[in-house]
């Protein structure tokens, strides 16, 4: 850490201690310890001024603020830069920079912050002082759903988090004129949110192909049009297989939560969607969290092929089955509430081996049963091309 970060991070922890002895300084605790835990993550005497210079820039002070501050012979921050400029002229240039970051290692959000000099939060973070966009891909994050197809392209959900998504909203316009605004685009991925060094860092990514819309539950739980964004990666890379399976298992815990109604409407907005795949060792298919429990539900405990009850039931009473795709995920097939049926553990072995047609089309009759029963017009022609490769 540069010496001038360091005098900074002293007197705000001075600040930040004298809070809880002086009444006065109590309702600035707040604001304090949120600029205390930046300091922390700072290294750099540099960004530490790039940081300042908001404050230095700020038209209206708070005059009752200046004096408590004062009072106790803490120095503000708009007062701060100054300082650091006359007593650490030496370490002024040291800066974080963006050539400097590393592909494949873990970037807590304040190294972000200071490298690009970007918002806090947000998936998309355009900065204008460093003409960049930072695109955050979450995957603990069941309302997104960003894919990767086996040509290594990110279909990444836009910006808009209900009702219909507008290609030419703020950062969306961005990633589209990204071919002629010369915005360098930067990936990160997100897969465990309980570490502080949670952002993966990927690499510049550009545009691969025109935007195109999809249907995806918003936030407010309507179904709504949503803009998908294919962008590819400079730099092939892989991932570790272990951390795909722990996402795809928090993912069905979240899913097993949902209450009936959402599950409803997110398996049956997505009907048409490829499923993901990752490159690790092998091509890993992430299947969808929400095709699974809702398929699991739909049987209502009884298998899909057999008609038996489920033959045990695992955690909190609920009837144990399997989830069996009629086209193979790994044969290109779709991850579908109508290419999907649940099955007790006999038959779903028994359909992966004894290779029986009859077996075949009595999951597709009973696809096509529920297909009707939720009179799902959208669905019905690619399901009868479905139900034509399973007679076959």
């Known amino acids: 850490m540069d010496n001038g970060v360091r005098f900074a991070l002293l007197d705000t922890k001075k600040a930040l201690d004298l809070c809880d002895v002086y009444n006065d300084l109590l309702p600035l605790k707040g604001k304090i310890r949120k600029a205390y835990n930046r300091l922390k993550n700072t290294s750099k005497t540099g960004d530490l001024l790039r940081y300042l210079e908001k404050f230095e820039s700020?038209?209206?002070?708070?005059?009752?603020?200046?004096?408590?501050?004062?009072?106790?012979?803490?120095?503000?921050?708009?007062?701060?830069?100054?300082?650091?400029r006359r007593e650490f002229s030496d370490e002024i240039l040291n800066i974080s920079k963006i050539s400097e970051l590393i592909?494949?290692?873990?970037?807590?959000?304040?190294?972000?912050?200071?490298?690009?000099?970007?918002?806090?939060?947000?998936?998309?973070?355009?900065?204008?002082?460093?003409?960049?966009?930072?695109?955050?891909?979450?995957?603990?994050?069941?309302?997104?759903?960003?894919?990767?197809?086996?040509?290594?392209?990110?279909?990444?959900?836009?910006m808009g988090k209900s009702g219909a998504m507008d290609i030419d909203f703020a950062q969306n316009r961005t990633v589209k004129e990204s071919g002629v605004n010369s915005t360098e685009m930067h990936l990160f991925e997100v897969f465990d949110s309980s570490t502080n060094t949670k952002y993966v860092y990927r690499g510049?990514?550009?545009?691969?192909?025109?935007?195109?819309?999809?249907?995806?539950?918003?936030?407010?739980?309507?179904?709504?049009?949503?803009?998908?964004?294919?962008?590819?990666?400079?730099?092939?890379?892989?991932?570790?297989?272990?951390?795909?399976?722990?996402?795809?298992?928090?993912?069905?815990?979240?899913?097993?939560?949902?209450?009936?109604?959402?599950?409803n409407?997110?398996?049956?907005?997505?009907?048409?969607?490829?499923?993901?795949?990752?490159?690790?060792?092998?091509?890993?298919?992430?299947?969808?969290?929400?095709?699974?429990?809702?398929?699991?539900?739909?049987?209502?405990?009884?298998?899909?092929?057999?008609?038996?009850?489920?033959?045990?039931?695992?955690?909190?009473?609920?009837?144990?089955l399997e989830v069996h795709h009629i086209?193979?995920?790994?044969?290109?097939?779709?991850?579908?509430?109508?290419?999907?049926?649940a099955l007790c553990p006999n038959c779903h072995r028994k359909v992966h081996y004894a290779l029986e047609t009859q077996d075949r089309v009595k999951m597709l009759r009973k696809l096509d049963k529920y297909l009707n029963n939720d009179n799902d017009k959208e669905n019905k022609e690619s399901f009868i091309k479905l139900f034509a490769l399973g007679e076959n």
């Not at 803490?74 to 701060?80: A, S």
């Not at 999809?214 to 949503?226: C, S, T, V």
Request: proline letters at 5%; charged letters at 30%.
């Open 58 to 84: 700020e038209k209206h002070r708070d005059a009752d603020e200046f004096q408590v501050f004062h009072k106790y012979n803490l120095v503000t921050f708009e007062e701060m830069g100054p300082i650091i």
């Open 103 to 158: 592909l494949g290692k873990s970037y807590n959000n304040y190294e972000i912050i200071n490298t690009f000099q970007c918002s806090e939060q947000g998936g998309m973070r355009r900065s204008h002082k460093t003409n960049t966009l930072v695109i955050v891909s979450d995957h603990t994050k069941p309302l997104y759903d960003d894919r990767w197809d086996e040509e290594g392209v990110l279909h990444y959900t836009g």
């Open 204 to 263: 510049i990514i550009e545009l691969y192909a025109q935007p195109y819309q999809d249907n995806q539950i918003g936030e407010d739980g309507n179904l709504r049009k949503a803009w998908i964004f294919p962008l590819l990666p400079r730099h092939r890379f892989t991932v570790n297989s272990i951390r795909l399976k722990k996402i795809g298992d928090e993912k069905d815990k979240t899913a097993a939560r949902m209450s009936d109604e959402v599950i």
């Open 265 to 320: 409407k997110y398996a049956k907005s997505r009907s048409n969607q490829p499923p993901s795949k990752r490159i690790a060792r092998t091509v890993i298919v992430n299947r969808d969290p929400i095709v699974k429990e809702f398929v699991k539900r739909r049987a209502n405990g009884r298998c899909d092929l057999c008609d038996e009850d489920a033959p045990f039931k695992v955690k909190e009473k609920i009837p144990y």
């Open 327 to 341: 086209i193979q995920l790994a044969d290109d097939g779709p991850d579908t509430i109508y290419n999907a049926v």
